[in-house]
């Protein structure tokens, strides 16, 4: 079994995982850097020459390959749970934390971060706002339908985050480092 983070950019998957990984001793795998890595591309140049597709089909790919291991943490991509297979798999293998925050502190953390527009393209074209409201409203039944346990991680710190995961985990999945 996996611990898995899901949930929309700039929620905080990449440095809660960093945290939890710490705290627990299980490796850490970083979904969309494991896929840039395979492809040798960034995100955006994988959207560039292959579309949306095939960037998703990269996706299922690695998700594929990082669950045929256990005991990690997946810091797994936002649209990863866009396909019912990936859905399936992350079920079978992963205990999935979803990490919520609302739209606007998303758009405000994602101002924040200058790696955001050169590494994650556009998936509408629209304002930040708009795009995040956009597709938040598709998304969000399939985070909570992929969900074993949601944590709201507006106005808390990625400590105070990883914390409240770690006090929520059904044990034996792991050892609590106090």
């Known amino acids: 079994m996996n611990l898995a ?7 905080g998957k990449s440095h809660v995982a960093r945290l939890l990984a710490h705290q627990l001793k299980w490796p850490l795998v970083d979904a969309d850097i494991y896929v840039e890595k395979q492809a040798g591309k960034s995100i955006a140049e994988i959207f560039a ?9 990269l996706e299922t790919q690695a998700l594929i390959e990082l669950t045929e291991q256990s005991g990690q943490i997946l810091s797994l991509g936002g649209g990863v749970i866009l396909r019912e297979e990936n859905r399936q798999r992350i079920a079978d293998t992963c205990y999935t934390v979803w990490l919520t925050a609302s ?5 405000r953390r994602l ?15 629209k304002s930040t706002l708009e795009e995040i409201e956009e597709v938040l409203t598709k998304r969000i ?3 909570r339908q992929c969900a074993d346990l949601t944590i709201d ?14 006090d929520q985990l059904p044990l034996p999945l792991a050892k609590k480092e106090q």
């Not at 983070?5 to 929620?11: D, E, K, M, N, V």
């Not at 020459?49 to 089909?57: Q, V």
């Not at 991680?153 to 770690?166: C, F, G, N, W, Y």
């Open 5 to 11: 983070l899901i949930g929309y950019r700039g929620t």
């Open 49 to 57: 020459a292959a579309g949306e597709s095939g960037f998703r089909d």
């Open 103 to 107: 739209p606007k502190e998303i758009a």
């Open 111 to 125: 101002s924040g971060d200058a790696s955001t527009q050169a590494r994650r393209p556009s998936l509408t074209g």
């Open 141 to 143: 039944p399939l985070y």
């Open 153 to 166: 991680t507006q106005r808390k710190s990625p400590k105070e985050v990883s914390r409240a995961i770690l």
